[in-house]
């Protein structure tokens, strides 16, 4: 029994109901099956998604010992159906080329736009382990059969396959005729000669099983579910499948409570979600009420039925009929999903075979556009007193290093160039460290701005950001003829390091793919400090890194972000998030700069992405933009936003320490050319 209250931002199971409109009479429409398979292939220049209908099949008979009904061989086929998403219509194919045999309770896996299958059992027995491709890629549609070396899984039926990271193959448990079976394999899709191998994965293995599912996640986790033992129990666990970088795979057992025990169901994912539906119990018995419909939210890590999170595998009856419900109450079904949409054909529903198509739509994500507030024009003209007021600030900074910078000339030609100017009694540095003229007011930050005095009149080039542990070093690359001052300088500053654990503060507010709000005030939970501490913390780890960086694959890419924060949770949803429970032991990400600007969320992007690279830095690889620049980003958006969110630790600091502050949290990755740099 499930209840939704207890997390508000997890989504029940989805409701199904008919398809309406679909065209496809006579011989293009599928008809009456059960055991096919149901697969998605991807747009080509005269085609949207397809779904690829093939084998099963389309007659039944009772079971000679048990009573029950089952499929009748005689009836198992080999003809291909495909229905175009689009345009709504069932279309049969007759591709050239040699079929594979007819049968049914086989795998198919999409690659692309082809189709694999594999396996099956039909007139003439178990088909054999021979790969066959559907290449669907023109329209002149043609069978291949794969030649691979070595051996492989054999023949068998009621196992599972899916395409893993967009590149393997897997093959998981069955029945060979003789036994149930346990194992997997895997076949490179990107190298030649084919090959299968037989994985021995590390963690905890599932038990032998047949008439499972195995669907693969976007982001490279395959993931078996339910299925039957050699003793005909049904089974509830779920277990995910996947490679680590070193090329060795690992199973984990997924966590919550499954609604209900099932064989002979579907499953497939959405995102983050596996959508499971129908199947049934011990006996052929079919699994109905809130059971028939369930949703592995694989980023929550909790079990969903029609009523939210399942707490009991015990299904209390409720006095509301779901029509949903009992549409999927059946098995040997059959699932696809194009998108957010989820697709499910035929099946068998006690001794009745169906020909009915079913759709529903997965959990719906409310765009960032939705959640942003509209500025109005008090908001306008606040940000344009602020923006006056920082301008104010600056000049009056540029005009006191003139000033500063003329004195000092007076000075060094009166009194010679070896002379000093002593600190006032209110710094904490006036006995250990003598490095130049400072006015006696300025209270030192734990992060400083340097200005160069011999080049007041660029203002690109004077002004860094630094931590207090660099300044030391920064003041002998802008005054090489002073004296080496190091040691009374490492014993006069008093070294901040980086708050342990503020980086996991900001992952754990921000790193919200399913959840994460826009703040209703535009308030940033973090101050100047700590974007100041945490962009110390990452540019310490980007200095050990080299100036090109090598990867290997697999690695996700992500453009240009610009602030657009709800998106990049999004995308995380959709393919997998950095974290442990998501993909980040397995895959890299890379993320090609140009994070802040434009979008409304530039500090929560660019935070999040430090906070990550500070937490997993052998796998999160930042590389600056264009607008990672300070001139960039003071035009697009970026300079505003900070002031604009945090106005008084800007404005303030800067007139209270006469310095001009500058918020820029992507400063640790713009090592690369630039013009202050150049000229610097």
């Known amino acids: 029994m499930g209840t939704a209250g207890k997390a508000a931002w997890v989504v029940p199971a989805p409701a199904y109901r008919e398809v309406e409109g679909w065209e496809g009479a006579g011989d293009d429409s599928p008809g009456y099956r059960c055991g096919h398979s149901l697969t998605v292939i991807a747009p080509t220049k005269g085609h949207g998604p397809r779904l690829i209908l093939f084998g099963g099949a389309t007659a039944i008979e009772a079971g000679a010992s048990s009573g029950l009904p089952g499929i009748r061989l005689a009836g198992v086929t080999n003809t291909v159906h495909s229905y175009d998403v689009d345009k709504r219509r069932w279309t049969r194919l007759h ?211 029609r009523n939210g999170i399942v707490t009991s595998r015990t299904l209390k009856s409720t006095n509301e009929h779901d029509a949903s419900s009992d549409l999927l109450r059946r098995c040997r079904h059959a699932a696809a999903s194009v998108g957010s949409q989820i697709y499910i054909y035929g099946g068998l529903r006690g001794d009745i075979l169906l020909d009915d198509f079913l759709i529903a739509e997965n959990a719906p994500f409310q ?95 004077l002004v860094r950001q630094l931590s207090l542990d660099q300044f030391e070093n920064e003041s002998r690359r802008m005054h090489p003829a002073n004296n080496d001052q190091s040691n009374s300088a490492k014993k006069a500053l008093n070294r901040q390091r980086s708050p342990q654990g503020l980086h996991k503060k900001v992952i754990s507010l921000l790193l919200r793919p399913r959840n994460w709000n826009a703040p209703a005030d535009r308030a940033f939970f973090l101050d100047s400090y700590e974007v100041g501490e945490l962009c110390y913390a990452a540019e310490q780890i980007f200095m050990q890194e080299p100036t090109v960086l090598q990867l290997k694959a697999p690695v996700k890419v992500f453009g240009d972000l610009h602030g657009q924060f709800g998106d990049l949770m999004r995308l995380f949803d959709e393919y997998g998030y950095p974290s442990t429970a998501g993909d980040i032991t397995y895959i890299d990400y890379l993320f090609l700069g140009d994070y802040v600007d434009r979008g409304q969320h530039s500090l929560e992007t660019i935070t999040l992405l430090l906070a990550l690279k500070i937490e997993y830095p052998e796998h999160v690889h930042l590389i600056r933009g264009n607008h990672e620049a300070a001139d960039i980003n003071a035009l697009f958006g970026f300079r505003l936003e900070c002031i604009e969110r945090m106005p008084d630790r800007v404005t303030e600091f800067c007139k209270r320490n006469k310095l001009q502050l500058i918020i820029r949290a992507h400063e640790c990755v713009m090592d690369g050319l630039s013009v202050s740099h150049m000229d610097s």
Request: net charge negative.
């Open 95 to 305: 591709p050239a080329g040699d079929p594979p045999s007819p049968r049914a309770a086989h795998s198919a896996a999409a690659v692309g736009t082809m189709v694999v299958f594999q396996g099956g059992i039909g007139p003439a027995g178990h088909s054999t382990d021979d790969l066959y491709v559907l290449d669907l890629t023109n329209d002149k549609f043609k069978w291949h059969r794969v030649v691979v070396q070595g051996a492989g899984p054999g023949p068998r039926y009621g196992h599972c396959m899916d395409l893993v990271a967009q590149r393997y193959l897997v093959s998981v448990s069955g029945n060979d005729g003789k036994r149930v079976l346990s194992d997997a394999w895997a076949l490179d899709t990107a190298q030649k000669p084919y090959k299968w191998q037989k994985l021995n994965p590390d963690g905890d293995r599932p038990s032998a099983r047949m008439y499972g599912t195995a669907s693969a996640r976007s982001d490279g986790m395959l993931l078996l579910c339910g299925g039957r033992d050699a003793s005909g129990t049904p089974l509830s666990d779920a277990y995910g499948l996947l490679m680590h970088t070193n090329g060795q795979w690992e199973w984990t057992l997924a966590p919550g409570i499954s609604p209900s025990p099932r064989y002979q169901h579907a499953a497939v994912f959405v995102g983050a979600r596996l959508h499971v539906t129908g199947g049934v119990l011990r006996g052929g018995r079919a699994i109905e009420g809130e059971g028939a419909i369930a949703v592995l939210d694989t980023a929550a890590g909790v079990w969903l039925d």
């Open 367 to 461: 765009s960032e556009t939705d959640r942003v507030p509209s500025t109005d024009k008090k908001s306008i003209d606040m940000l344009t007193e602020a923006s006056a007021a920082e301008a104010e600030a600056v000049s009056a900074v540029w005009r006191a290093a003139k000033e500063a910078s003329v004195a000092s000339s007076e000075d060094s030609l009166s009194e010679g160039i070896g002379s000093e100017s002593p600190l006032s009694e209110t710094s904490p540095m006036n006995d250990d460290l003598d490095d130049g003229p400072m006015q006696p007011d300025v209270k030192l930050h734990s992060r400083a701005v340097v200005v160069a005095k011999e080049a007041v009149g660029d203002l690109g080039c």
